[in-house]
């Protein structure tokens, strides 16, 4: 079934600002969200393809990328595209409304109370990475070690000891849920004897409690693409923790915080630094190394330059992600000035001093012009 525009299916028109697509998605987001609409089949699925809109439509870039080309922009090969997994619906929703999980360690839910619903998945999982400059700009392989709710290796997750009997639930009949009045309306809620399961054992297992999955400490490999920025999250999908009793593992989401570096600092695909340079080589001009994140490179300096100055080194910024273009370095230069002269050396100054004319010290001569037109 082919997708449908993601303008349409947010109710938006094509030349709507960013405001208007936001509030036409917390509307239409609360409207079918499935916890608002219990036992609607469809419910999910239209709140997934509206968060998918939103997602595309809410970015600035995915959304000049889809107006150019569509839907196939986030194809593999086209600008834009490959970048699958990097968001859930869900975390978009609560997001927008606020809701959070936090659990205060390494890692904790990603939503409150985790991802376990009828089918028994386990709950998403968070994990914050922090990496260094040099591991964005290249990319890197990341390990990284986190304890979670995991299989239980004795009854194989299901729950039940060996030779247990497992039977379907009498009070809800195997639906894991119970339908409650509430004044007006009726309300589902999970099974008080089967806990939501839909099934009941006699013999649980010892190991895990009947529960079918037990703490263990995991280790996750990752692969961190180049030109990752401050606050990206990557999904490994089924590397959360396990459902219970058997059911499908959450995913864990990883959020990427880069380090303070010593040299750069990053502006989107652009990176600033600061060096200095002798006072000799601003006057004369000369030629300066330059550090950047792929090694030294040499800039020319011309004679006369003035301290703060700014120079572009272009195409040693950051990698674009999935992209072979990259940003520009900006250097500013910070004219050094000697501290500590002997007798000579204050002599040769000193004669200089008296060799410059105003023609060579314009900045001077023009501050002192706007003194005059102050005080006048």
């Known amino acids: 079934m082919a997708k449908r525009c993601y303008y349409e299916v947010l109710q938006v028109t094509r030349t709507v600002e960013f405001e208007e697509i936001k509030k036409s998605y917390r509307k239409l987001a609360v409207q079918h969200h499935p916890d608002k609409n219990p036992g609607d089949p469809t ?3 239209r709140f997934r393809e509206i968060a998918e809109a939103y997602d595309i439509l809410g970015d600035r870039e995915k959304r000049e990328a889809y107006d150019r080309y569509g839907h196939a922009a986030f194809q593999s090969g086209m600008p834009g595209g490959g970048g699958g997994g990097m968001h859930d619906p869900f975390d978009l929703f609560r997001e927008m409304f606020g809701a959070s999980g936090g659990g205060g360690g390494i890692f904790d839910h990603f939503f409150g109370g985790g991802g376990n619903g009828q089918d028994g998945r386990g ?7 922090r990496i260094t400059l040099e591991e964005a700009f290249a990319g890197c392989e990341k390990e990284i070690e986190l304890r979670k709710l995991d299989t239980c290796d004795p009854c194989d997750g299901s ?4 030779g247990a009997k497992v ?9 894991g849920q119970v339908v409650a009045s509430r004044g007006f309306f009726q309300v589902a809620q999970p099974c008080p ?5 839909g099934r009941t054992i006699d013999k649980p297992c010892k190991v895990c409690q009947g529960s079918g999955r037990r703490e263990k400490t995991s280790r ?19 590397s959360g923790e396990a459902g219970a009793r058997g059911g499908g593992n959450g995913d864990l989401y990883v959020v990427i915080h880069l380090k303070e570096h010593a040299i750069f600092t990053r502006d989107g695909m652009d990176l600033q630094c600061q060096i200095p340079i002798p006072f000799v080589t601003a006057a004369l001009g000369g030629e300066v190394e330059v550090p950047t994140l792929s090694g030294p490179v040499k800039m020319k300096i011309p004679a006369g330059t003035q301290g703060g100055s700014d120079f572009r080194v272009k195409g040693h910024g950051m990698p674009r992600l999935q992209s072979h273009a990259k940003g520009d370095l ?8 000697p501290t500590k002269l002997n007798a000579e050396q204050r002599k040769a ?9 105003e023609e060579n010290t314009p900045i001077h001569r023009s501050f002192t012009e706007r003194l005059k037109d102050l005080f006048a």
């Open 193 to 197: 004897q089967c806990h939501g399961e």
């Open 43 to 45: 419910a999910e699925e």
């Open 349 to 357: 100054l000193e004669g200089f001093a008296e060799l410059c004319g």
């Open 220 to 238: 996750i490999k990752l692969n961190i693409p180049a030109g990752i920025d401050e606050g990206s999250r990557l999904r490994s999908s089924g």
């Open 330 to 337: 900006h250097v500013r230069l910070e004219v050094e000035v």
């Open 167 to 175: 039977s379907t639930c009498s009070l809800c009949k195997g639906r």
């Open 159 to 162: 729950g039940a000891a060996k």
């Open 123 to 129: 709950s998403d999982l968070r994990y914050d990475l």
